[in-house]
């Protein structure tokens, strides 16, 4: 059978890959004997082989000192989100006193929005992406419910290609068109269907001129797409970690606030992990919060999350961001030219909705399969392709530069060209 990209390539870029190293860093599922070829970091990142002993040592820790952990555990846990802070900062593009591990995802946009979703009589609307997670729909229509508006007051931004996700420039002539009226703009940096990744930077511009307050879900961007969330002048983001940073099913996520937002005259959801560290233990009645994104936290830090996480951040911390970056856009720029080529050859109809050009994507390929059901893709699954499948048609893969080979590339085409041709 033929092939757009033998696998003899594969392996000479792979001997060539500076990369190449950090997959012995990772724990990869095996299927039928074989590594699986492993797509869906976009979901559930794979394990580093360092979380086990990171657990393990706040297990030991707290089986030896009890409550004493809290001040002299190896690393003690009353700052223990503090050991996450530079790594979080250097991928966000955000000073350290800017971001601050915390929370869950929705919940941290409900954090977020209690702040900075503060609607007037000629300022009612938050406006929004068509085709957000649904997640992000609902937290956005209960903030609206929560101040006494209804879905009308969310303006969402209809896209014209078949997908229906708008463009960078569907996004500014809504800004332009309803600015006036909107409050807060809360967009995914990068959209989880298609993977295209927006200019954060230009959006974030136009939106603060017209005076609206932005913000930014990252779910899909922290650790996969560059990030300068200060020098944008972004307003506040949230990021989960289980995805691209690899720290575990539902670990502990994260929050950005800019710095101009950190006096205490901001309205917060307040708890007692936000109040000043240096007077946080005598108990007062009155919250004073801390001057950095540390404030929006309320509860004590779920240290056996965060210790996975700070297992993954030190691959990121040995990690060139910029090498990251090149291998990313690579990897899926081969993928997409692959289907190209199988679309051709074998008559096959398929639509990439992932943008071709490398500005507006990520490592995520989306591609759509117009004659082929849910059938097609567990002959993939069968055939230790694990990759992710949304209805109608879609495949996501993700090619995450820390475990992703070429040689994975190669394979994944001699198993697409058996099933399509089965």
């Not at 996480?309 to 970056?325: G, V, W």
């Amino acid at each position: 059978m033929n092939a757009f990209f033998h696998i003899d390539d594969a392996r000479r870029l792979d001997a060539q890959d500076a990369l190449g190293h950090f997959r012995a860093e990772f724990h990869l599922p095996i299927w039928n004997n074989q590594e699986v070829i492993y797509l869906t970091g976009n979901s559930l990142g794979l394990q580093p082989k360092g979380t086990a002993a990171a657990i393990q040592q706040e297990l030991e820790d707290w089986k030896n000192l009890g409550v004493e952990g809290h001040f002299h555990a190896t690393n003690p846990w009353m700052p223990y989100h503090e050991f996450l802070t530079p790594s979080l900062a250097r991928l966000a593009g955000a000073l350290p006193s800017e971001v601050v591990a915390m929370g869950s995802l929705t919940a941290n946009l409900h954090f977020a929005m209690a702040s900075f979703y503060r609607p007037t009589a000629d300022r009612p609307c938050i406006l929004a992406e068509a085709k957000a997670f649904p997640s992000d729909r609902y937290a956005l229509v209960s903030q609206l419910q929560q101040h006494g508006y209804g879905e009308a007051e969310l303006i969402e931004v209809h896209g014209t290609a078949s997908d229906g996700v708008p463009s960078d420039e569907d996004l500014l002539a809504a800004i332009e068109r309803h600015g006036h009226r909107v409050c807060t703009l809360l967009v995914g940096g990068v959209n989880y269907f298609t993977g295209r990744v927006y200019d954060m930077a230009r959006i974030t511009a136009t939106a603060r001129a017209k005076g609206i307050l932005v913000g930014w879900d990252l779910a899909h961007a922290m650790g996969n797409v560059p990030l300068k969330l200060h020098d944008w002048g972004v307003d506040f983001a949230a990021w989960c970690s289980y995805k691209y940073l690899n720290s575990g099913p539902g670990s502990t996520a994260g929050l950005y606030v800019h710095e101009r937002h950190h006096g205490a005259e901001v309205h917060r959801l307040a708890g007692w992990w936000g109040h000043n560290k240096e007077s946080r233990f005598k108990m007062g009645p009155t919250f004073e919060p801390i001057a950095s994104a540390e404030a929006w936290q309320v509860s004590n830090a779920p240290v056996l999350s965060m210790a996975a996480q700070k297992a993954s951040l030190a691959l990121f911390d040995q990690m060139d961001l910029n090498a990251h970056r090149v291998k990313g856009l690579d990897l899926a720029g081969r993928c997409m030219a692959m289907l190209d080529a199988i679309a051709e050859e074998l008559h096959e109809p398929l639509e990439i909705l992932t943008p071709r050009d490398d500005a507006q994507r990520g490592c995520q390929v989306s591609v759509k399969f117009a004659q082929r059901d849910r059938r097609f893709f567990e002959s993939l699954v069968e055939q230790g392709v694990v990759a992710d499948w949304r209805e109608p048609g879609t495949i996501r893969m993700s090619f995450i530069p820390f475990y992703n080979s070429y040689s994975d590339l190669a394979r994944l085409e001699q198993i697409l060209r058996q099933s399509l041709t089965a």
